[in-house]
């Protein structure tokens, strides 16, 4: 915890804190708990959190990382309350809005502007400052005619609109996330980013479990790595982001397998051409290339330290929104990330015309890399290099040759001395 954080108050206190659930193996075992229990146990405690102590102070920015199953979200429903723990003392001091099942709280039978009323009222606001808040939780959920019909009569995301409308439109003490940064897609997504980024910038305490670890290092002032109901790390973010993504490394044997908007079989060759036009509030990528020395092979082939590797973008994005940014991300057959680059890390201004049409390239000499297949994932990104417009997952293949022996991931330039 920093010296400026520890100037301000304490506003979530854990002290012992522990969550378990009896687990049966028979049915008829949880009557004979509830009539013999006193005599015998027979239920086995699965123990989803043991023994928390931290301390979180006002305006604090806190990344909650782990697995799944780990207790995230155990942990973000007690800080909430609607779970209360088993043993040990949770304080909670100020108003909470949680992100956590959007409109979980909703009856499907009432209209939009009913279930308005009531979850605000949930949230703890009176009647009156609902009504003073009304006309622009609509206008910012934005589904028009429908806010006057019964939600069971929403598409998913008009049902998520509205959800994410109401709870952010309370200004709380504690703003508590579990993926839900970006809520839907297009206009809306980065429009419920920009709410959070608000809330953020007027000093409230925000509690935000993810699984991307570059958005916990980019928005966090600390992060929690909780591991099998524990606290594994406490500390700056991207010291604990970086020792969670090695644990992780160190159980992967294969490829990571994750989901594309564009592609994720790296055999790319020839230069691609994607969508032509970007939807309204977002932006697209519309070609991309990747080459060296040898061309547009598949994989690339790469010899180290002497081949120059050279990525071609080109996008168009909403021309009302502010120019953005690219990045790419280098990994090794078992998702270690190698390097990264991104154009506003590098203070370098993307071009777009009239029209939200930009291309921009970046270029690597002499690739250090050592033998062995990697692959090159690829972001349009927001002006903030936060939230992610589009992106193609394990986009090009890399096939890296080398003459000598070394052994590792890259070659560092070296000197011999007597």
Same mark, same amino acid.
């Given at each position: 915890?920093?010296?400026?954080?520890?100037?301000?108050?304490?506003?979530?206190?854990?002290?012992?804190?522990?969550?378990?659930?009896?687990?049966?193996?028979?049915?008829?075992?949880?009557?004979?708990?509830?009539?013999?229990?006193?005599?015998?146990?027979?239920?086995?405690?699965?123990?989803?959190?043991?023994?928390?102590? !931290?301390?979180?102070?006002?305006?604090?920015?806190?990344?909650?990382?782990?697995?799944?199953?780990?207790?995230?979200?155990?942990?973000?429903?007690?800080?909430?309350?609607?779970?209360?723990?088993?043993?040990?003392?949770?304080?909670?001091?100020?108003?909470?809005?949680?992100?956590?099942?959007?409109?979980?709280?909703?009856?499907?039978?009432?209209?939009?502007?009913?279930?308005? !009323?009531? #979850?605000?009222?949930?949230?703890?606001?009176?009647?009156?400052?609902?009504?003073?808040?009304?006309?622009?939780?609509?206008?910012?959920?934005?589904?028009?005619?429908?806010?006057?019909?019964?939600?069971?009569?929403?598409?998913?995301?008009?049902?998520?609109?509205?959800?994410?409308?109401?709870?952010?439109?309370?200004?709380?003490? =504690?703003?508590? =996330?579990?993926?839900?940064?970006?809520?839907?897609?297009?206009?809306?997504?980065?429009?419920? @980013?920009?709410?959070?980024?608000?809330?953020?910038?007027?000093?409230?305490?925000?509690?935000?479990?993810?699984?991307? &670890?570059?958005?916990?290092?980019?928005?966090?002032?600390?992060?929690?790595?909780?591991?099998?109901?524990?606290?594994?790390?406490?500390?700056?973010?991207?010291?604990?982001?970086?020792?969670?993504?090695?644990?992780?490394?160190?159980?992967?044997?294969?490829?990571?397998?994750?989901?594309?908007?564009?592609? #994720?079989?790296?055999?790319?060759?020839?230069?691609?051409?994607?969508?032509?036009?970007?939807?309204?509030?977002?932006?697209?990528?519309?070609?991309?290339?990747?080459?060296?020395?040898?061309?547009?092979?598949?994989?690339?082939?790469?010899?180290?330290?002497?081949?120059?590797?050279?990525?071609? @973008?080109? !996008?168009?994005?909403?021309?009302?929104?502010?120019?953005?940014?690219?990045? &790419?991300?280098? #990994?090794?057959?078992?998702?270690?990330?190698?390097?990264?680059?991104?154009?506003?890390?590098?203070?370098?201004?993307?071009?777009?015309?009239?029209?939200? =049409?930009?291309?921009?390239?970046?270029?690597?000499?002499?690739?250090?890399?050592?033998?062995?297949?990697?692959?090159?994932?690829? !972001?349009?990104?927001?002006?903030?290099?936060?939230?992610?417009?589009?992106?193609?997952?394990?986009?090009?293949?890399?096939?890296?040759?080398?003459?000598?022996?070394?052994?590792?991931?890259?070659?560092?330039?070296?000197?011999?001395?007597?």
């Amino acid at each position: 915890m920093s010296f400026e954080a520890s100037l301000n108050p304490v506003i979530i206190r854990a002290q012992g804190v522990g969550k378990y659930y009896p687990l049966y193996k028979k049915n008829s075992d949880q009557l004979k708990q509830l009539l013999f229990g006193r005599l015998k146990q027979y239920a086995q405690a699965f123990w989803a959190l043991q023994d928390l102590h !931290f301390e979180i102070t006002a305006g604090e920015i806190v990344g909650i990382i782990g697995r799944n199953g780990a207790g995230k979200s155990t942990l973000l429903q007690m800080l909430c309350g609607t779970l209360k723990p088993s043993i040990g003392s949770l304080e909670v001091h100020g108003q909470v809005a949680a992100l956590l099942e959007l409109g979980a709280g909703f009856n499907p039978d009432f209209t939009g502007r009913e279930n308005i !009323f009531m #979850n605000a009222a949930i949230l703890g606001l009176t009647r009156a400052q609902t009504q003073e808040r009304l006309e622009s939780i609509i206008a910012f959920a934005d589904i028009g005619q429908f806010i006057d019909q019964p939600v069971k009569t929403y598409s998913s995301g008009m049902f998520m609109r509205l959800a994410f409308a109401v709870a952010t439109s309370v200004e709380p003490k =504690i703003l508590i =996330i579990d993926e839900a940064l970006s809520v839907g897609d297009g206009a809306f997504a980065r429009k419920s @980013f920009e709410r959070i980024m608000a809330l953020k910038e007027k000093g409230t305490t925000i509690l935000f479990c993810s699984h991307a &670890m570059y958005q916990i290092e980019a928005l966090c002032t600390r992060a929690l790595w909780l591991e099998a109901g524990s606290i594994r790390m406490d500390g700056k973010p991207a010291q604990v982001t970086s020792a969670y993504q090695t644990s992780l490394n160190q159980e992967q044997d294969h490829l990571t397998q994750s989901t594309s908007t564009v592609a #994720n079989t790296g055999a790319n060759t020839e230069p691609t051409t994607l969508a032509s036009t970007a939807p309204k509030g977002s932006g697209r990528f519309t070609k991309l290339q990747a080459y060296t020395e040898q061309g547009f092979t598949a994989p690339l082939k790469v010899l180290s330290s002497k081949s120059t590797l050279t990525i071609e @973008f080109e !996008f168009c994005i909403d021309p009302n929104l502010p120019v953005p940014s690219l990045a &790419m991300g280098l #990994n090794d057959r078992n998702g270690l990330t190698i390097a990264s680059a991104t154009s506003k890390n590098d203070g370098y201004a993307i071009q777009v015309n009239a029209a939200g =049409i930009g291309h921009a390239s970046i270029t690597f000499p002499n690739l250090p890399l050592l033998k062995g297949q990697y692959f090159i994932t690829v !972001f349009l990104l927001c002006e903030n290099a936060l939230h992610i417009y589009d992106q193609a997952t394990n986009y090009f293949a890399l096939e890296v040759e080398q003459a000598g022996l070394e052994q590792g991931l890259v070659h560092f330039l070296h000197t011999w001395n007597h």
